[in-house]
């Protein structure tokens, strides 16, 4: 494969001189390449092929003991100041860490293969998309990412000759995690990433340039990269209204992106547009569209069932490739909550032999990944690939309450949304760390991925509310409300269908709601109740807004506001004083 882009072409000469690889290989997308790729891989252990007959095309790799998630405290955004970066991030100037980073770099891929990525984030064909290059010396990065994106000749071809890329370095070095480091250049949409070969820290297509760098360039450019998923919900009379939604982990992001809903829903079907990334732009007709930039699902495996997630479960059974999950006896990939009854015998994912009687430690990694092609989604939307996107009716916020949020609420206006989305939390649980109700606040879904200051990402929100009287109306859920004793008392999973048509409703002007110190919750007998085993006493709980527990909130809420100093936005300050205001009203009323 050749290009007659001089910018591309020098720049990867520049990083063979430092790497000094034995071999370079630009990469053109095909089957046959990835074949041989796969083929690579099995034939010097890094890759195993699994039951063929079961699981056509799939494949399985073990990494690393210890590179096995994203390593957030050796994540940089490397911008001119520490103030641009923000709270949010860990900074490094950009002179010092191109420095270290060349050192580390130099001479790295001597007796390897230098693979060129070219890839395009979102439809090749739309005028959103984003051309990014990745050079890497893992051919599992290279196998993954024709997975995850558009990667190769149809990438370079709607690059042409610009300048306008996404320069991606990325080297497993030896593995070190003293000598880890993935780095972020906003400013010249650089991406340097050392010594992991985990999907997030090597994948560079995905967290790294679809939300880090591309959120840098969304303020830029009057546009909007966000951790969120994209869901169409048709109507039995075929008419197709869509939503995005952003949660923190853990609170039900892949099953609300492949939503099954309840069979009262006759007629209703849901469309997975996209389960993680969304970039959203303003069209000419005044409303924000919406694209999935990425091409594959890179998911979590535990957890992941017929129950749970049966469209996840039924996307990745063939031309995908799992990583640290166990393989069992009959060379089936296998992880906890996959099956009712565990395997005999299975190889855990660190290698070793695993029995149910053992109990010594789980099969599979928490964090054990399938890469499949979104394609292979049962309800992957016919609009996936349209290069215009869909248009956004709502936007939704998410987090695990216990007991403060309710089961959803309606903000009263953009600029009241944004605070509300700038405050999503979650609570850890006594299971987990010991103490209950710790809030860990989680902006948006981004904390880990907005590649600048927090204060000025709220204010480029604030700005794009502005740009349009179109823009959607915002919302906010909580599928994780608890009784006294600790139980869940919204059936969730499919049933959340019941929320998201209230939530349609609103949009049209087709139903009410009641108003509260917090926002907009449904009045009485507007969602859809119908075969949910749930009475009126557990209803009016699940919608209940109690003042004391949101005065308590409001200490919280502070705390963060006052991290960032003068970058936090006059306006936030302001939504914050109202719902103070609004609270004391009612208490004192």
């Excluded at 494949?59 to 490397?78: M, N, P």
């Excluded at 558009?150 to 370095?169: C, H, N, W």
């Excluded at 979590?300 to 129950?307: C, F, L, N, W, Y």
Aim: glycine share 8%.
């Amino acid at each position: 494969m050749t290009t007659t882009n001089q910018a591309l072409k020098s720049w990867v000469d520049e990083v063979a001189a430092l790497t000094t690889p034995d071999n370079i290989q630009w990469c053109t997308g095909s089957q046959e390449e990835y074949d041989a790729l796969i083929q690579l891989m099995l034939g010097d252990g890094t890759m195993q092929e699994l039951n063929q007959d079961k699981w056509p095309g799939c494949y399985y790799h073990r990494s690393d003991k210890g590179d096995v998630a994203r390593v957030e405290h050796l994540t940089f955004i490397c911008t001119k100041t520490k103030e641009e970066a923000g709270p949010n991030n860990n900074w490094e100037a950009p002179e010092v860490m191109k420095e270290k980073l060349t050192g580390l770099f130099s001479g790295c891929m001597k007796g390897r293969t230098m693979y060129v990525v070219p890839y395009c984030m979102g439809p090749v064909k739309s005028p959103y998309s984003k051309v990014g290059i990745e050079i890497t010396d893992s051919p599992y990065v290279a196998a993954n990412m024709r997975i995850m994106t558009r990667m190769g000749t149809q990438a370079l071809e709607k690059l042409g000759d610009s300048t306008d890329f996404v320069r991606g370095l990325h080297s497993i070095g030896e593995l070190d995690p003293d000598r880890r480091f993935i780095c972020h250049f906003p400013d010249s949409r650089e991406i340097w990433s050392f010594g992991s070969g985990y999907g997030g820290n090597a994948l560079l297509g995905k967290k790294c340039h679809a939300l880090r760098i591309a959120s840098a360039q969304a303020r830029d450019e009057d546009w909007m990269a966000e951790h969120m998923l994209i869901l169409g919900l048709e109507n039995p009379q075929g008419e197709v209204r869509y939503v995005t939604a952003a949660f923190p982990s853990a609170c039900g992001k892949t099953n609300l992106a492949m939503l099954i809903p309840p069979a009262h829903y006759k007629g209703w079907k849901a469309w997975c547009v996209g389960d993680d990334i969304a970039w959203m732009r303003y069209a000419e007709d005044g409303r924000l569209y919406a694209i999935n930039p990425e091409a594959g699902f890179f998911g979590v495996a535990p957890g992941t069932s017929e129950k749970t997630n049966k469209n996840a479960l039924e996307s990745l059974k063939k031309n995908s490739i799992f990583t640290n999950t166990a393989v069992t006896s009959e060379g089936e990939p296998w992880w906890e909550g996959m099956t009712k009854t565990p395997p005999a015998k299975a190889t855990d994912w660190k290698g070793n032999e695993w029995t149910p009687d053992k109990n010594d430690g789980v099969a599979a990694h928490p964090n054990s990944r399938f890469t499949a092609p979104a394609g292979q989604c049962p309800v992957a939307s016919p609009k996936m690939e349209d290069p215009q996107g869909v248009p956004i009716d709502a936007i939704i916020f998410g987090g695990r309450r216990a007991k403060t949020a309710p089961l959803v609420f309606e903000a009263f206006n953009w600029e009241h949304g944004v605070y509300v989305g700038a405050m999503a939390a979650s609570e850890t649980t006594a299971a987990a760390t010991g103490a209950v109700g710790v809030v860990r606040r989680d902006p948006m879904a981004m904390k880990p991925f907005c590649g600048y200051n927090f204060g000025d990402y709220f204010a480029h929100w604030l700005k794009m509310g502005k740009k349009s009287d179109k823009a959607p109306k915002i919302f906010h859920v909580n599928w994780f409300r608890q009784d006294d004793d600790g139980k869940f008392i919204w059936p969730g999973f499919g049933d959340n269908m019941r929320v998201l048509e209230w939530i349609l409703k609103r949009c049209a002007d087709e139903t009410d709601a009641v108003e509260t110190p917090i926002g907009n919750v449904p009045a009485p007998h507007t969602i859809d109740l119908e075969g949910v085993d749930i009475d009126e006493q557990t209803v009016e709980r699940l919608l209940g807004v109690e003042p004391e527990a949101w005065t308590e909130e409001l200490a919280g809420q502070k705390e963060f506001l006052e991290t960032y100093g003068d970058k936090m936005p006059k306006e936030m300050w302001d939504q914050y004083e109202k719902l103070k205001e609004r609270l004391s009203a009612v208490s004192t009323s």
